[in-house]
């Protein structure tokens, strides 16, 4: 009997937590980008306990060998005593028990990688994403988790957490909740304001070319667009932290905050102070479409390994379709700004040969190992961007067939009210919304533009919303190489031959270094030195590869000196304009300037 009982309190405490994990980081030498982790897990009988650093962070779909700054490892018995572990991969540590005890463990982390997002500490502040400080055990991933940092007295430390009772102090409701809240601790500044009953924190780290007054009234603006989608809010409390750099930039979406990293003086004139909140749009988008709920392949996070789904450019490229509808219904950007936006989408994607090869649902799969470059251009696309298009088509032509009254934010409604976490959605489940929105089957469209390359007729697209994707009035035909290449001194060099152009045709590729064309020495920039061309022109090319000297023929092909651009039918008829209307929720510009 007491064998049985025995081996029974033996179960309980291999399965169950007794007491929270407790969290503590403490940042002495911040000048080395230095801080100690101490972490206490309860009281198990396990016969080893495997502690892991995540291999990956939340909204970023790539390994990013975060284990590697981990030193000074050691584990400890409720007693003090040291227990024995041993590494067995990149990123767990297995610590040894012989009895049943509580392990608490200690490490030192570097941390010093800020465009990561996931661990940087120096003098002036540290920002804390659990996935690159702190490590955590399956057996009591869901247990509740406390926090503390031990920071110079001059900081101010702010999460999405809720405070434990002291400044630098949290709680969150398990490792998953703290994974999905990072820190930001530091000299920085403080806002706070309320919209709608939901209370808004920003916190700015860094001295820039910001706005802050602009900030907060744009940001106040932008969280009212919440039920303009969705039917309520996942939150009652959100973060923006921002970051005015020395150069590194980029954003991550999380569960109750967000961090926006931009080049400290790129925030000043309209073109990046818009690039500024269209990244907030985007991110707090990402508060339902992401956070709120997810493709299955995302649930739940598997932290240490790729997280392979075929939706990811749901996840991403919706997203950025969205904000920035969002951003005009806000009133912070205007058609016209819409518009250039929309023109740099669709001509990025025109001129991105792996439009023609990878599907969305490929390159969502892919996410996880696909590369940039010039091959990734010419043979791949991205989750971003054809998310976005894709999207746009699938709103543009729901809105079509039901006159307006239905569109794909419906569609990202349902996916809201059904598919919360912890449940994740799959592509039929997609499709079965369609179906009972409209009544019709949408599985030969998805099969034509989401599992196959999508040929999108942008003429016929656009059209339907009583806009047009034109050639500027006075554009003239040019020469062109079909490539980019940069400056390299006295020297052009390729960096991106488009695939089954005039460049690639004629056998040039990146990195080749153009000498001259027809003997005659090629200028500081490319499209000048083909201003004496035209196009069908056959030319002599002499290149440098691998530093010897190396001619080719080549026929130059059509372009013209200015761009594509979306504008508004001057000629939109009612239908138009209406469904124009239903689409981005303002007036027609037609209708506008009367």
Known sequence: ???????????????????????????????????????????????HLDVKLPAWRTGRYEILNLANGVR?????????????????????WRVHLNDPTSVNIDYQVYANELGKRARHIDD?????????????????????????????????????????????SFKAADYDVLVDSPIETGINQFHKFEVDGRDYELVIWGEGNYDVDLMLKDLKKLVTTGNVIW???????????????????????????????RPRNRFGSREDYLAFISTAAHEFIHTWNVKAYRPEGLVPYDYTNMNFDKLLWIAEGSTSYFEDHLMVRAGISTTDEFFKTLTKTVNRHLQTPG?????????????????GGDHARNYSTNIYLEGALISMALDIDLLDQSNGQQSYR???RALYKDYKMPHGFTAANVKAI??????????????????SPAAIDFDALLAKVGLELARPEGAKSVASFDSFAKNTGELLTLTHVLRGGAAWQAGLTTDDKIVAINKKHV????????????????????????????????????????AKKVVALKNANEQQMALFKAWMGVEHPKLAKK
Not at 11 to 40: C, K, M, R, W
């Open 1 to 47: 009997m007491k064998k049985f009982l025995a081996l029974s309190v033996a179960a309980v405490l291999s399965h169950s937590a007794i007491a929270d994990v407790n969290y503590s980081l403490a940042i002495t030498e911040p000048e080395h980008h230095l801080g100690n982790v101490s972490v206490e897990f309860p009281q198990t009988a396990q016969a």
């Open 72 to 92: 000074y490892f050691s584990a400890k018995d409720d007693d003090g005593k040291a227990l024995n572990w041993e590494k067995i991969n990149a990123s767990t």
């Open 124 to 168: 002036s502040h540290a920002f804390i994403d659990a996935s690159g400080f702190f490590m955590f055990s399956e057996s009591f991933r869901q247990e509740p988790v406390s926090v503390k940092v031990a920071v110079p007295d001059d900081w101010r430390s702010v999460s999405g957490m809720e405070n434990n009772g002291s400044k630098h």
């Open 231 to 261: 039917d309520d809010y996942p939150y009652e409390r959100y973060v923006f932290m921002v970051h005015a750099t020395s150069g590194a930039g980029g954003a991550t979406e999380h569960l109750n905050s967000t961090i926006i990293q």
């Open 355 to 371: 439009r023609e090869v990878q599907s969305a649902t490929e390159t969502s799969f892919d996410k996880w190992i696909n590369q």
């Open 410 to 412: 419906d569609v990202h």
């Open 434 to 451: 369609l179906k009972d929105l409209t009544g019709r089957d949408y599985s030969d469209w998805w099969a034509t533009n989401v599992d």
């Open 523 to 562: 200028g500081k920039d490319l499209k000048a030195s083909l201003e004496t061309f035209k196009a069908g022109d056959k030319v002599t090319i002499d290149y440098i590869r691998r530093d010897e000297l190396h001619s080719t023929t080549l026929v130059l092909s059509e372009d013209f000196d200015k």
